[in-house]
């Protein structure tokens, strides 16, 4: 499985089920926490957007993942039957990965203020933002014996950053969201999270203007003058989503090689 990978085994997640989402191809974020959860033992089912079966089908034998349902999360009726679908698989659930963005084109560009609509603004904040909150709910519902729900966010919901514009309000959002859940699901025994990673060569940021500069900055900028890698946010998810996050919750965790911390860089004072 995961060729692509070298994603330490193990059996952290063994005996354990959950839900993976947002895998478009092998380059999601989605994929490289999937494979790094099978590499552990977990037992998955994936929901992909439909129309996508094509691509998630290979990568779903290939980490042994017998469920694979389509969920388009602004559809009720799509959310009920894939999530009585996991309810039919598996019954109870342990994990839940929320990895699940979208905002059209126009609106991660140039000018926050000119280019936001009320119609991008609330597509993003819906599929970006709500989506969470749905699926915590009917995830929740799935997790008796308690459990570990994670997102992904990005550091433009902290900091403005060049073109991520309605995306960095969406994930400001989101992260209030993970807070506000994680205090409602605390006693029920379910821990919610945050992973915050720098840029990453996705298909999500091939959509953002200036994507690429967002990667060679998310480097050059960084403490560690490093690349984010998929190991390292896999990682980071298996902690999460595993027993050895057992008193985390209600955090947005950066693996960014240490981009969020950084002021201005060496060459920028040397200007000085
Ligand atoms: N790539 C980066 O640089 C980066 C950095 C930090 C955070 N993130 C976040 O990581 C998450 C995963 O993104 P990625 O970079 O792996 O890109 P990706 O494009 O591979 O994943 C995004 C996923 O969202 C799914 N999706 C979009 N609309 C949907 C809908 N209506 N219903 C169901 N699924 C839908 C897509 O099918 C896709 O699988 C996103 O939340 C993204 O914002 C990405």
Known sequence: MAEDYQMPKGELMKGKRGVVTGIANHQSIAWGIASQLAAQGAEMAFLHLPGMERRIQPLAEGAGVKTVLPVDVTDDASMDAAFSGVEKAFGAIDFFVHAIAFADRNELKGSFVENTTREGFLLAMNI?????????????????????????????????????????????????????????????????????????????????????????????????????????????????????????????????????????????????
């Open 128 to 272: 970006s933002a709500f989506s969470f909150v749905d699926c915590a709910k009917r995830a929740a519902a799935l997790m008796p014996n308690g459990g570990s729900i994670v997102t992904l966010t990005y550091m433009g919901s902290e900091r403005a950053i060049p073109n991520y514009n309605t995306m960095g309000v969406a994930k400001a959002a989101l992260e209030a969201a993970v807070r506000y859940a994680a205090r409602d699901l605390g006693p029920k025994g379910i821990r919610v999270n945050a992973l915050s990673p720098g840029a990453m060569r996705t298909l999500s940021l091939a959509g953002i203007s200036g994507g690429r500069s967002m990667l060679a900055k998310g480097r050059s900028l960084s403490a560690m003058q490093a690349d984010t890698s998929m190991e390292g946010v896999a990682g980071a998810a298996l902690w999460l989503v595993s027993d050895l996050g057992l008193s985390t919750t209600g955090e947005v965790i950066h693996v960014d090689a240490g981009f969020h911390i950084m002021g201005f860089t060496e060459d920028e004072a040397a200007e000085g």
